[in-house]
Structure formats: structure tokens, C-alpha cells
């Protein structure tokens, strides 16, 4: 029995990904950002994608194109909710009442069973300064005739080499259809959490400023389980090209100890102010910086990762292709896009908006794991 999905806010497609190598089976997917839909359409040339802004799809056109589907997963845009983002200084994202839109896809389209992922900070944060967005979203689709079950998943439990805590929220319109809990696969005795060595020791060397963005072939053999796994039905890998640095950044680099961050190293290789040569005598963070231990598992790959890590042995940032395998995403997924992007706000300013999207370091950030999705697809299957 052939079992479909509809993905929204699809992304580059890390949820669909999971999804099918569970054995699912895509109708379509919704995405807005161009960049992240020129990698999904590489890497599902055969699943039909919709190219804009989700709130411009009629009722008709969603029951003409998706009707019988059976799940309806989405990953809306976390930034709003994140605790790193807006929240923290009491500012409600307009982005945040974009998981209505999940609620009205359920309602039109009434599948068995509906998925929603999103961080932590979802749980407490707001649609408005009256309304919380958790709260509104589960009443209005028990409304609409359906159970629901939250859980509070780790990534790294389900062969994901990151410490990533994520919420999943389960819809069914029957309470038995819910699943009792998603088994945890690894952080125990008999199977470890993959590390971040595990993920990356087989990779070909790249100094700063050196790579390969096409195709390259393996230098060497699988090292691990996690490495074979990577490696499935490829010969070699793309996207891996390292940042140029400049010398200042490099002798900084030099600094940090493995587990450490820019908090550890002297004050004269701190940061300098935006725009001029004197150090900045801010507070420094200990998540700018951060150079990886090869023996634990990485802290949260987010949109923003390209310059928060510095590889475990090599002075430089992680490649994009790195924060992919860290994130569970096999070698043969090819990122398309700029690898890097100025800001969205400067980009604005200066009038370059066609330049404006999420690059690859972004789209990987934004990413559900593919293997945390793989487990969350094994217990719909088992409830069919």
C-alpha cells in the first residue's frame, strides 16, 4: 500500500528526504525561497513543488492538487519562536501565524494524520500578545476533528550527530492512530551517539579557501557505520569548499582549544568594532567560534552556522558540506544556491534584492534531520 505526503515549508527537503527513504510516498511540496527551491527540485526531480508563498494557494487549487493525501507534514519558519531570534526582546515575527497555514491545509484537505516540527520555543511563543501560538493551533485542529500528541525529540538519539531538541507535534483523527512515544535508537551502551569525528573524519582535507563545489571523488575508505551510511549510493561528494579567512581570523583560530570558543582566547585576537581597527570590549558569546570536540556530539547546526564553528583540527569555519553531515544529510544531497549571502537587511539597503534568499549554510541550518524524519516516518508506517 502506497502511503502520500504533502510537505509545506519544505525547504531544501530534509523532511521529505526522511520521509521517503521511510518508504512514503511525495504528492507535492511547498516552498517559497528560490534558493531552497532550486535544491529540492535537484534532489526530487519527480515530486511537483509549488513556488511561492503558501498563503497564495486556493482552496480549489489545493483540492485539485493534493486531494486524497493522507499526511501533511511542515516545518514553518521557526525564527519567530526561536530563543535566539525576535522573541527574546518581546518582538512577535509576522512569520508566526504561518503555522495557520498548516491548519488550514488539514481542514481542506482532512488527511489521516499531520506532523508540524518547529524548536522548542513554539511551546511558549505567541501569535499575538494575547494568544499563544501553541495553544491557538492545537485548539483550533482539535476543532477540526482531531487528536493530537506533542513530543520533545532529541535529534542525536536518532543517529543525528548534533544536540538538536525539536518539537513534533502529531495530528490524527483517531487517538489510536497517535504513536505512544518515538523510540530512541542511539545514547545508550550498546549504540553510542555518533560524534562529530564520526561524521567528518573521512572527508578530504580542505584548508581555507580550498575545496571542490562539483563533484569530487572519496580519498579514502568508510570509517564507520555512519560514514557507510553517508556514503549510499555515491561515489564522492559536492559542496565541500572552505572559507577564505583572513590572517587575523586564522591567528584567532589558533587560539581556541578544542571545546572551546572566542571566550577563551586573548583579548587582542578578540572581535574589532563593525568598521574600524579598535577591539570590541563588548561581552564576547561562547557560541561565536565554537571549535568542535571530535569526541561529543555538535551543539544545534542553525541557519547561521556558517561562521559559528571552527573545525575540530583544521583553523578554519566548517564547510557547507560538513554542517550537511552533521545534520544527517547522505553525500549524494547536492545544495544549490550561493554558498554564503550578505544579510537580508543589507542586501535591502543597498537595493539587491534579487540577490535576497537562503544559501546553502542557511538551508542546511533550517533543515529537519533526514534520519530524525526517517524515525518519525517508521511510526506512521506502523500505525497504517
Not at 531570534?85 to 488550514?104: A, F, K
Amino acid at each position: 500500500m502506497s502511503f502520500r505526503y504533502l510537505d509545506l515549508f519544505s525547504g531544501a527537503g530534509g523532511f521529505s528526504l526522511g520521509l521517503e527513504l521511510a518508504g512514503l510516498l511525495p504528492v507535492g511540496a511547498v516552498e517559497a525561497d528560490r534558493f531552497a527551491c532550486e535544491t529540492f527540485k535537484h534532489n526530487f526531480p519527480h515530486t511537483p513543488l509549488f513556488e511561492g508563498d503558501i498563503r497564495n494557494l486556493t482552496k480549489p487549487r489545493i483540492q485539485n492538487q493534493y486531494g486524497g493525501v493522507e499526511l501533511i507534514v511542515a516545518g514553518p519558519p521557526c525564527q519567530g519562536f526561536s530563543v535566539a531570534g525576535p522573541s527574546q526582546y518581546g518582538i512577535i515575527d509576522e512569520r508566526n501565524y504561518l503555522i495557520l497555514e498548516v491548519l488550514r491545509f488539514v481542514k481542506i484537505l482532512s488527511p489521516r494524520f499531520f506532523i508540524v516540527e518547529n524548536v522548542k520555543g513554539l511551546l511558549s511563543g505567541r501569535l499575538s500578545p494575547e494568544k499563544k501560538a501553541f495553544k491557538e493551533f492545537i485548539g483550533k485542529v482539535q476543532e477540526a476533528g482531531y487528536e493530537t500528541k506533542h513530543f520533545v525529540l532529541q535529534a542525536a538519539d536518532y543517529g543525528v550527530p548534533q544536540w538538536r531538541e525539536r518539537v513534533f507535534i502529531f495530528g490524527a483523527r483517531h487517538k489510536n492512530d497517535l504513536p505512544e512515544e518515538i523510540p530512541r535508537r542511539f545514547g545508550n551502551i550498546t549504540q553510542p551517539w555518533c560524534t562529530v569525528w564520526d561524521a567528518l573524519s573521512d572527508l578530504p582535507p580542505a584548508d581555507y579557501g580550498t575545496g571542490q563545489e562539483n563533484f569530487m571523488e572519496y580519498i579514502s575508505e568508510a570509517k564507520n557505520p555512519y560514514q557507510q551510511w553517508l556514503r549510499s549510493s555515491s561515489n564522492g561528494l559536492t559542496n565541500h569548499v572552505a572559507m577564505k579567512h583572513t590572517q587575523r581570523l586564522i591567528a584567532r583560530f589558533l587560539k581556541i582549544p578544542i571545546g572551546g570558543s572566542l571566550v577563551d582566547v586573548p583579548a587582542e585576537f578578540g572581535q574589532r568594532v563593525r568598521n574600524g581597527s579598535d577591539l570590541d570590549i563588548r561581552s564576547r558569546f561562547k557560541m561565536n567560534n565554537q571549535r568542535l570536540d571530535p569526541k561529543k556530539i555538535s551543539t544545534a547546526i542553525t541557519a547561521s552556522f556558517q561562521s559559528n564553528f571552527v573545525h575540530p583540527f583544521l583553523h578554519r569555519n566548517l564547510t557547507a558540506r560538513e554542517g550537511a553531515r552533521l545534520q544527517s544529510f547522505p553525500d549524494r544531497f547536492t545544495f544549490l544556491g550561493p554558498r554564503t549571502l550578505m544579510s537580508k537587511s543589507l542586501l535591502k539597503r543597498e537595493g539587491r534584492h534579487d540577490e535576497i534568499g537562503l544559501s546553502q549554510y542557511n538551508q542546511i541550518g533550517n533543515a529537519v534531520p533526514p534520519l530524525m524524519a526517517h524515525a518519525v516516518g517508521m511510526e506512521i508506517i506502523k500505525k497504517l
